[in-house]
């Protein structure tokens, strides 16, 4: 058995949900180690479409424990909305917990948000106003509120009345109404009484499945170059996506950590603002957003599309340590007679970079460096092993692997479950 880390290898939206759905079939415990409900994991299967924003992607399967770990930024409200679609579609939550440690976005956090990037004007990052930085940037000033406080009201009192005192300030500042405490601390028993079952300390869960040697995936939101740290700063999420964050966000030791898979589009694509070298201003990238379906799962916002980047990924992978990539809508590249993969970018020095990212404004100004390739011109939806896969596919797929200096682990050729088969 082993603790898989399930990350990001380009700007987000690359398709994790539905590997980790595939993989928990077989997994004991899905840890959703980051992130809030600012983005969306969509994932096709017996229960229909559905677009996943805080449960775990491991929740389709009812042997399967699904935590939404320390790391992460819970608002209740499109918790508790996102249980009840997936209750109504009829699938069963009793394997579904909540870290007590995790932090809550409150409704402030969501109207300093939406002030705050209308303030930046021009300057604006493409935040999807759920309130995820407010919530982080709390939790780093010791005044955000976890989800284990809804078991203590009186220490939430207090806490809340803090955490106002700073919130109504900033909010009158940007020209935002106060929030009334007695009506939020109304809201929050709410949540307590709906939520309280489900919060708890994961720590003997997990400690219990370590010692038994169980399958443990830990699931990431969003991509490595939207990492706080690694990301094209400023136009990044405000929490670590990558594999090193996954076991502290989880609540696991860092040595537990057996195997990273680096999912990665066939292309590439992007939502939110910040430079995407590779990104296709053309009839090329409207044809791969209307064949990708390329809408956001939670803003439904049309994703910037470009060709594969070569470059990012070699980046993802070492900052990452992957031992394995999962390639996903290779489908989406059948009907193309040709097809680029970036392998550099050339700097407005002239200078030829194919092992390092530059820094934000030196990414602005670079020209990707491309490689054509044949495509194939038929129909991979059907292929369920490598070698089903078409001769020009296998050549397009052992460049991708040998950029990133990973092997190639999964392959998806369609939405459904049945679609993504095993490499190895």
């Not at 805080?54 to 939404?68: D, K």
């Not at 070492?318 to 097809?339: H, I, P, Q, R, S």
Request: glycine share 10%; aromatic share 8%.
């Amino acid at each position: 058995m082993s603790v898989t880390a399930i990350v990001g290898a380009q700007w987000g939206d690359e398709g994790k949900g539905r590997i980790i759905d595939f993989l928990a079939q077989q997994a004991d415990v899905v840890i959703r180690f980051q992130g809030g409900d600012n983005a969306g994991h969509t994932v096709i299967n017996q229960y229909g479409k559905r677009a996943l924003h805080l449960v775990p992607s491991g929740i389709f399967n009812p042997v399967t424990q699904n935590i939404i770990g320390a790391g992460c930024v819970v608002n209740p409200a499109s918790l508790l909305e996102e249980m009840a679609r997936l209750e109504a579609a009829g699938v069963t939550l009793g394997n579904l917990w909540i870290s007590n440690r995790a932090q809550m976005v409150m409704p402030y956090h969501r109207m300093l948000d939406a002030l705050e990037e209308a303030a930046r004007g021009k300057d604006s990052i493409g935040t999807t106003k759920r309130g995820i930085g407010p919530a982080y940037a709390d939790k780093a000033a010791r005044s955000g509120l976890r989800m284990g406080d809804l078991l203590h009201p009186h220490w939430l009192e207090a806490r809340l009345n803090d955490a106002l005192r700073t919130a109504n300030r900033k909010l009158q500042l940007l020209g935002g109404r106060p929030v009334d405490e007695r009506e939020l601390n109304a809201l929050l028993m709410d949540y307590r009484q709906k939520l309280r079952d489900r919060i708890v300390d994961v720590m003997p869960l997990l400690r219990q499945a370590l010692n038994a040697d169980a399958d443990i995936l830990l699931e990431g939101q969003l991509g490595v170059m939207r990492d706080l740290d690694w990301g094209i700063y400023p136009y990044v999420t405000s929490s670590n996506p990558t594999a090193a964050f996954a076991p502290i966000g989880a609540g696991l030791p860092a040595r537990s950590l057996d195997r990273v898979i680096g999912v990665v589009k066939a292309y590439s694509t992007a939502v939110g603002e910040g430079p995407f070298p590779t990104e296709l201003l053309d009839e090329t990238g409207d044809r791969l957003r209307e064949a990708g379906a390329e809408f956001g799962a939670t803003t439904g916002r049309p994703r910037r599309c470009g060709w594969f980047d070569g470059v990012a990924v070699r980046y993802a992978a070492w900052l990452n340590g992957m031992t394995g990539l999962a390639v996903t809508k290779l489908d989406v590249l059948d009907a193309f007679d040709e097809l680029q993969i970036c392998v550099g970018y050339r700097l407005p020095s002239g200078e030829l970079v194919t092992d390092a990212m530059p820094d934000t404004p030196l990414l602005y100004g670079v020209t990707p460096v491309y490689e054509t390739w044949p495509g194939w011109r038929s129909d991979t939806t059907r292929a369920r092993s490598w070698d089903d896969l078409p001769r020009a596919a296998r050549a397009y797929l052992h460049r991708i692997s040998e950029l990133a200096d990973v092997p190639i682990a999964y392959v998806s050729v369609g939405p459904e479950r049945e679609q993504m088969f095993d490499v190895s």
